[in-house]
C-alpha cells in the first residue's frame, strides 16, 4: 500500500494513519506536515516527516477580516432589534 500524501495534516493524524500502514516514522519541526520523504530498505518502509507551525499571519488575518465582517453586521442588527423590541415590549407592558 501507498504512502498517502499527509501534507497539512496534524502530527498526530500522520502518526495514526503510518502506525495503521506499520512503517517506521521520523519527525523534526512541531506543527503540521510541510513535507514528507518515503524511503524503502530491505522491504521496510520509513517516513520521514517534517513540520512546520500554522503561519500566524494567516489565522489573525483571517479571523480578523471575519469578525470584522461580523461584528458590524451584528452590531447594526441588535441595534436595531433592540430599540423595536424593547419599545414595543414597554409600550404593551403600560
Known sequence: MTVPDLKGESLRDALDILTLLKCS????GQGYVSE???????GKRSVQLTLKPVKDEETSQDTSSSSTKDDSGSQDTSTGDSADGKSGEEASDN
Open 36 to 42: 514528507q520523504l518515503v524511503t524503502d530498505k530491505n
Open 25 to 28: 516514522v521520523t519527525v523534526e
